[in-house]
């Protein structure tokens, strides 16, 4: 056999192979394809939930401040004085109206110094009203009496005093003698002059400066009265306002000072929670503001009183003051919380919690439909998961707020998400829109 011969046989053997060998792998990728399109069919393609986002730019958020209940007034009541402590009329607990009497201190020494006082203020009244009406006529005729003998007395001394001095002109009696007649003459001038200034007195009245002078001391005895109408005041201690006794620090028998606390109350009619808030949020609330208070898992309404405009210093919060109505069954102490609602600017999605899934190093994803795929045997879209991260913004309820790969109008798994893996085939049961 030829060289050519042999080389034509060899290849004619080869592309008979080729050709067999083609033919071979075209028959096992058919085979292979119609294996995996048997196990598609045959594999159970599990059914979920989805709901279709959105995106939103700005979402409301909701956050609690607490604070406590506290008595609108509270005061610490002592004496003004310093006493001795004989009664108190009331005892921790004590509901009390204003202006009632509480305690008591010994005033016996203040009553009889009271008495005194009111003594001499009735002579004071007495001498002026005196003073007003004038001599009697009695007192009147006395003087006028008395002026007429002290006349008669002098007539009958001058006679008496000009026969001495006729006599020593006569050199009968002694000089002396002359001069005693003169000289009683002459005392009973001045007595005679003092009888009707006396008598004038009484017929003129009473002068006016004098009556003044005695109404100025009664006016400074009724000032002594007053002041001491206030220490007798100040041994009664007194409450201010309506309110309930808190706590009682001493008992009778008990000396106490000036200013030295006895008797707690505090006005449990007009109750008010503080309540430290944000300066940012404080300035959302106004004064008048109609608020819900929760307490003791009860909600009571209550309206904003003030914003004190001073940061604690501990806090750095503004405190917010709400009163309660009077209605409401709350004590002092108690702690308040308040709801109140924010406007945040922020992109991102709206999910139910249920749609989350925890991944590596505590981070978060959730599970995405991709573009429906082709199944022969399959009457409904089939689609593929994708697993999209994300990362949280937001709580509210049972949804969160979300921002990561997610793009709008993307179907996302919202249950049985415990029983899926990326790339799994699903078809969806339950489609929802995001609210």
Known sequence: MSVKLIGLCLNLLAIVFILFASWGRNFAQKEQNDLEAQETSQVKILPVETVIV????SYLSQRNYTGRIVAGR?????????????????????LVESNT??????????????????????????????MQAGSTAETIAAARASVRQREQQLKLARQKSDRRASLYSERVISQ?????????????????????????KLLAGTR???IEAQRA???????????????????????????????????????????????????????????????DVAST???????????????????????????DSQTLTSTAILTLEKSAAVIPGQLARLQLTSKIEGSGYWLPITALVETEQGLWSCYVLSAPENIADQKQEVFRIDQNNVEILHSEGDRILVRGTLQPQQQVIVDGIHRLVPGQLVRVSKQNIQN
Do not use: C, H
């Open 54 to 57: 959105q995106p939103v730019d």
């Open 74 to 94: 509270r005061s610490a009541l002592s004496f003004e004085i310093n006493g001795k402590l004989t009664k108190i009329k009331v005892d921790q607990g004590d």
């Open 101 to 130: 009497p509480l305690a008591f201190l010994g005033n016996r020494s203040l009553k009889i110094k009271q008495r005194e006082l009111l003594a001499r203020r009735k002579q004071m009244v007495a001498r002026l009203k005196e």
């Open 176 to 200: 002396e003698q002359r001069d005693e007649a003169s000289n009683e003459a002459i005392t009973l001038q001045a007595q005679l002059d003092n009888s009707q200034s006396q008598l004038d």
């Open 208 to 210: 006016p400066e004098r």
């Open 217 to 279: 001391l009664i006016e400074e005895q009724d000032a002594n009265l007053d002041n001491l109408a206030i220490e007798l005041e100040k041994s009664i201690l007194k409450a201010p306002f309506s309110g309930t006794i808190s706590k009682r620090l001493v008992d009778e028998g008990t000396v106490v000072e000036a200013g030295q606390e006895v008797l707690q109350l505090v006005d449990t009619e007009r109750l008010e929670a503080q309540i430290g808030i944000p300066v």
């Open 285 to 311: 609330v106004k004064k008048g503001d109609r608020l819900n208070l929760q307490i003791q898992q009860q909600s009571y309404p209550a309206k904003v009183a003030a914003i004190v405009p001073e940061l």
